[in-house]
């Protein structure tokens, strides 16, 4: 409420204009206002900030997960819901000191705006702004190398005994952001702990570290990850555990910090990325990105999950956030009174962790389930979102199994030449060309042995798809006389006619001439035996004919085409587009099918845990006997009455 209308519900006889100003002198107007109790008025407000409350205090995890993880669960791996792309812009992940300040409005121009009804007649000129970048290396090796974290202690012990539940004597670790104090337990012996940071000084004064790695964690390599020489040198799958405390806030590209970190996780390993609130240690708030100083706690353990989600997507499972907060911290779900907030000022800081655990690409393709191989296989590939690896997986699964054993091993070699692929697919988001369309174009080229994703073979795509000027003898002569096919007819011509490029072979290059030079009179042909085909007909079924007999070597000379395609009756021809058509229709079909199998499935299998989790649940309410462990025998169960 404004302090104005919280006033006017509490003060009998005063009531506001729209502007707040008092109208009290005509109280005689207003006078049922007060026949009805202020309780009715408030009280529908209050219950709605209450049911929201409700909302937000709602369980967000099982209690079977909180009986298997460490205290503090408070998001369980069901209950993260993320849009199919990268949701954040840019200028979010840019340092507080490089955030170009919004001008202030001009009153004179507001004035003008309420006279003249809400229309802004003066808008902000927009004025060029030079911004000083933040020099990260000068930041943490020079002007910040006497300052320390100071992590509030009794969260810092939260983070210790949240540590104590995972890392285990033995374990190797990765300490991303390290500095002065790791916050592992004491008694923990591990076999290597490897920090990484831009502070030299500050790893210094930490005993923990075996060693130390001067690393700019914000220098990246786009959409592959942290570009460091060091880093890679450590090679791959090496750490049981990586850490990161109190260091994603300072991250400008976190998606590709995270995929350094999968790379470096050996499968099954966790990564924890632990934080504490945004005025926790404002002596680093320079170097805080804008997202973190904007957003707020709870939202934070979203994006930090969210982080995981658009790194490797499915190559990391068991994504849980915990609030180990220290008792009388900050309530995440604003939960607290405004009095609590102007009284508890020396309240402790709050501490939360979110992590997940790797999961092994699959080596080779299993066969009782390709497309959780498919899947596995591009969770690291760049230039696709998630919603175009979800759609390229189920697509590649389909195509997998109706192959033959050439066409299989193309698909399952050929998986890193998508991004290739998608790097001119991405450009056709604006002409409204479908993703599920742009998916399968991608499926059926990578799907093709000759397709190896060569120059001339990306020059070709980007010409058919009409992001380069078309060559003149062939891609213009193509387009203008496929003109009335329809888009998913051109897309298939496309991928019959894309791996045909850059062989290197020159009866392959003979090929696509005869291809070419051959759809005029393929055309006229047909025109003339089929009378009554429409010209999309035409077109769909004279490149058909071209595509299986002329544009693969070897199957027939020009001569050869020509008399065979002269003998083909009416009743032939029709035959063949029929089946053309009928292909499509059917391989439609066979994917929805296939989708539909999938989701059966995937509801058998859950219904199936719900109904274990039913039998443990029943099996313990009913049990009469129990082990105990300090006698190491069986003792009766003692029922509550």
Request: proline share 6%; hydrophobic share 40%.
């Amino acid at each position: 409420f404004t302090p104005q209308l919280l006033f006017a519900f509490l003060a009998p006889g005063c009531a506001f204009t729209s502007t707040g100003r008092n109208v009290g002198q005509r109280r005689n107007e207003y006078a049922t206002l007060h026949a009805v109790s202020p309780t009715f008025i408030i009280s529908p407000i209050i219950k709605k900030f209450r049911e929201e409350q409700a909302k937000k205090n709602a369980p967000l995890a099982t209690d079977d997960e909180k009986s298997a993880e460490a205290p503090g669960l408070r998001i369980g791996k069901d209950a993260w819901k993320w849009p199919p792309v990268w949701p954040f812009a840019d200028d979010l992940f840019i340092p507080q000191k490089e955030e170009v300040a919004t001008p202030a409005p001009n009153p004179m121009a507001t004035v003008m705006q309420q006279q003249m009804g809400g229309t802004n007649v003066l808008p902000p000129t927009p004025e060029k702004v030079e911004v000083e970048k933040l020099d990260v290396k000068k930041y943490w090796q020079e002007e910040m190398v006497n300052e320390s974290t100071n992590l509030d202690p009794l969260a810092a012990a939260k983070l210790t005994e949240h540590y104590s539940f995972y890392i285990k004597d033995g374990m190797s670790v990765l300490e991303l952001g390290a500095a002065e104090d790791s916050y592992l337990p004491e008694n923990v012996q591990l076999s290597r702990h490897t920090g990484v940071s831009l502070s030299g000084a500050a790893m210094d004064q930490n005993p923990k570290l075996t060693e130390k790695l001067i690393v700019d964690l914000n220098d990246v390599k786009e959409e592959e990850g942290v570009n460091s020489p060091e880093l890679y040198g450590l090679g791959g799958e090496q750490f049981d555990v990586v850490i990161m405390a109190n260091t994603f806030d300072f991250l400008t590209s976190p998606r590709e910090v995270y995929k350094s970190a999968w790379r470096l996780l050996k499968p099954g390993g966790v990564m924890m990325v632990s934080f504490s609130g945004p005025d926790a240690y404002n002596q680093f708030e320079a170097a805080q990105t804008k997202w973190w100083r904007t957003f707020n706690s709870d939202q934070h353990m979203w994006v930090a999950g969210s982080f995981f989600q658009f790194s490797a997507g499915g190559g990391w499972t068991g994504l849980k956030g915990f609030d180990i907060s220290p008792e009388g911290a900050k309530s995440v779900t604003g939960g607290d009174s405004i009095l609590d907030n102007l009284t508890k000022k020396d309240r402790p800081k709050n501490m939360f962790v979110v992590q997940a655990t790797k999961v092994a690409i699959d080596e080779a393709i299993d066969d009782s389930d390709p497309e959780k191989s498919f899947s596995s296989k591009m969770w690291l590939i760049p230039t696709l979102e998630s919603r175009d690896k979800e759609l390229v997986a189920a697509r590649l699964s389909r195509v997998y199994v109706t192959s033959s054993a050439e066409r299989r091993h193309a698909i399952s070699t050929h998986i890193d030449l998508l991004p290739k692929i998608y790097e001119s697919l991405i450009k056709m988001d604006q002409f409204a060309f479908p993703f599920g369309l742009q998916a399968q174009l991608a499926v059926n080229v990578v799907s093709d042995p000759d397709y190896n994703g060569n120059d001339e073979q990306i020059t070709a795509l980007r010409m058919g798809l009409g992001l380069k000027k078309p060559s003149e003898d062939f891609w213009a002569p193509v387009g203008k006389l496929t003109a009335k096919m329809d888009a998913e007819d051109k897309v298939n011509l496309l991928t019959y006619i894309v791996p045909r490029f850059g062989s290197g072979n020159l009866a392959q290059d003979e090929a696509l001439e005869a291809f070419v030079s051959g759809m005029t009179p393929t055309f006229e042909v047909l025109r003339t035996k089929c009378p009554d085909f429409s010209e999309a007909d035409v077109q769909l079924l004279g490149t058909e004919l071209l595509a299986a007999e002329v544009l693969i070597p070897g199957r027939s000379t020009r001569e050869e085409y020509a008399s065979w395609l002269g003998s083909l009756t009416l009743s032939e021809l029709e035959e063949i587009l029929a089946k053309r058509k009928a292909f499509k229709t059917d391989a439609n079909a066979a994917m929805v099918k296939f989708q539909e199998e999938r989701q059966a499935e995937e509801d058998r299998k859950k219904a199936e845990l719900e109904a274990y989790k039913e039998q443990l649940k029943k099996a313990a309410e009913e049990r009469t006997m129990v082990f105990d462990e300090e006698t190491g025998k069986m003792v009766e169960v003692v029922k509550k009455k």
